[in-house]
C-alpha cells in the first residue's frame, strides 16, 4: 500500500524544484496528491502565460485555458483580494451558488476537465504575485475550511522557493554576461518586459555610440534600427524558451564607421527557471573592431612563409587594403601582388577570402 504524501513530502519538494527546475512537474504532483486534488498549477495573478509548472493531468485543459483565452476572463481573479488578505481563496469566497450552475467558466470549462473546484496560495516574487492553484473535481468536492487552514501553510515554503529560484537563476544569468565580457562581447540581459537589467563592460562602451539606454530600454540612434530592435525583443519574449527560432538580426547604422550587429538568444535551463527575473541576451558585435592578426611566427611556422610574406599577411588579416599594406611597410604595389601569390600557394588558398577564413581557424587554435 501506498504511504500517504506528507506535507512536509509536498512542501520540501517546492524548495527541491527551486534548485533544480527539472523538478517542478514533479512538486506540482506532489502537491496535489497530498492535496486529494487533480491537479495543480503555477499561475502569475497579472500577466498569465503558458509555460509556467504544472501536474501532468492538467495539460488539456491548461492548453484549453490558453488557446481559448480563458486566463483573460478568468473568474477567480474575484478572489485575489481574498489572496491577498488571507493568503488563499476558493470559489466560495466570491461565487454563489447560482453563479456556480451558470457561469461558462464553472460548466463549459472546468467541470469539463475534472477542475470544478479551486483553491490558491498567493505568494509573491519581488514585483510578482503569483499563486499555487490547486484543481479538484465533482468527486472530491469543494475545498472546507479544514482543507484551506491546511494549504495556506504553503505561502512560506511558495515565497522561499520564489526567492531562491530566482537569485540562482539570476546568477547563472549574469555569469553568462560576464563569460560573454571574457571573450570580448557586448552583452544585455533582459527581462519578461525586454528592459534591460544588466548590461557587461563591453556593452557600456557602446552606449552612446549607435545604442541609448533610458528608462531601462535599450534604443538605437536612427529610429527605423530601434524598431528592428524591439521587433527582436519581442521575438525574443514570444518564442518558446525551449525551441530553437530563428530571430532576426538587427544592423545599426552609425555615422562615419562600420554599423553594430546585434542578435538575440533566448535563455535557457536554470537561467530561465520560471521566477528567473531574465529572460533573453542581447549580444552586440563592433563591426568596426578589427582582430588582432595571427603572431607572425606562428604563419611563418605553419605556413612556411618569409618574414616580409608573413608581415603582409598580417595586414591583410586586419582588412587592410593590399595597396595600403604595401605602402605602410615598404614595398611596392606591384611586388605586394607578387608577394601574395606566393602566400596562396603555401596556404593551398586561391582568394583573399579563402585565405582570410583559413586565417581565422588558424587563429582560434592559436590562442
Known amino acids: 500500500m501506498t504511504r500517504p504524501i506528507s506535507f512536509d513530502q509536498a512542501s520540501l519538494s517546492l524548495l527541491d524544484a527551486a534548485i533544480d527546475p527539472s523538478q517542478w512537474g ?18 502569475q495573478i497579472r500577466g498569465r502565460g503558458p509555460g509556467t509548472p504544472h501536474s501532468a493531468s492538467l495539460q488539456e ?6 488557446r481559448d483565452e480563458w486566463h483573460l476572463r478568468d473568474e477567480r481573479e474575484r478572489g485575489v483580494p481574498h489572496l491577498r488578505s488571507k493568503g488563499i481563496f476558493v470559489d466560495q469566497d466570491f461565487v454563489t451558488p447560482h453563479e456556480l450552475d ?46 484551506q487552514a491546511d494549504l495556506v501553510r504553503f505561502g512560506p515554503y511558495l ?73 527582436l525583443t519581442a521575438a525574443l519574449n514570444h518564442s518558446a524558451r525551449a525551441t530553437a527560432v530563428d530571430m532576426p538580426v538587427v544592423v545599426v547604422e552609425r555615422l562615419a564607421k562600420r554599423p553594430l550587429v546585434i542578435q538575440g ?44 610574406e608573413a608581415t603582409l599577411l598580417s595586414r591583410l588579416e586586419q582588412e587592410i587594403p593590399l595597396p595600403a599594406a604595401a605602402e605602410a611597410i615598404g614595398i611596392s604595389f606591384e611586388t605586394a601582388r607578387s608577394h601574395l601569390k606566393r602566400i596562396f600557394s603555401k596556404t593551398g588558398t586561391s582568394r583573399q577570402a579563402d585565405l582570410l577564413m583559413l586565417l581565422r581557424r588558424v587563429h582560434r587554435t592559436s590562442l
Open 159 to 231: 515565497n522561499r522557493a520564489a526567492q531562491l529560484a530566482r537569485h540562482l537563476s539570476y546568477a547563472n544569468a549574469t555569469g553568462m554576461l560576464d563569460a560573454f565580457e571574457a571573450l570580448g562581447c557586448a552583452s544585455f540581459l533582459l527581462d519578461h518586459a525586454g528592459r534591460v537589467i544588466r548590461h557587461n563592460a563591453p556593452a557600456e562602451r557602446l552606449l552612446g555610440d549607435g545604442l541609448v539606454l533610458s528608462g531601462g530600454r535599450l534604443r538605437c540612434t536612427r529610429a527605423g534600427d530601434s524598431l528592428a530592435l524591439g521587433q
Open 265 to 308: 538568444i533566448a535563455l535557457a535551463g536554470l537561467a530561465s527557471a520560471v521566477f528567473s527575473p531574465a529572460t533573453s541576451i542581447l549580444l552586440v558585435s563592433d563591426t568596426d573592431l578589427r582582430p588582432a592578426p595571427t603572431p607572425i611566427q606562428v604563419t611563418q611556422k605553419i605556413f612556411g612563409l618569409t618574414a616580409m
Open 61 to 66: 485543459g491548461l492548453d484549453v485555458y490558453f
Open 26 to 43: 514533479k512538486a506540482m504532483d506532489t502537491v496535489a496528491e497530498y492535496a486529494g486534488a487533480t491537479g495543480a498549477v503555477l499561475l
Open 102 to 147: 451558470s457561469l461558462d467558466y464553472y460548466n463549459g470549462f472546468l467541470r469539463k476537465f475534472d477542475m470544478r473546484w479551486s483553491a490558491g496560495i498567493g505568494f509573491a516574487n519581488d514585483d510578482d504575485e503569483w499563486c499555487l492553484v490547486v484543481q479538484r473535481g465533482e468527486r472530491k468536492g469543494f475545498f472546507d475550511t479544514t482543507a
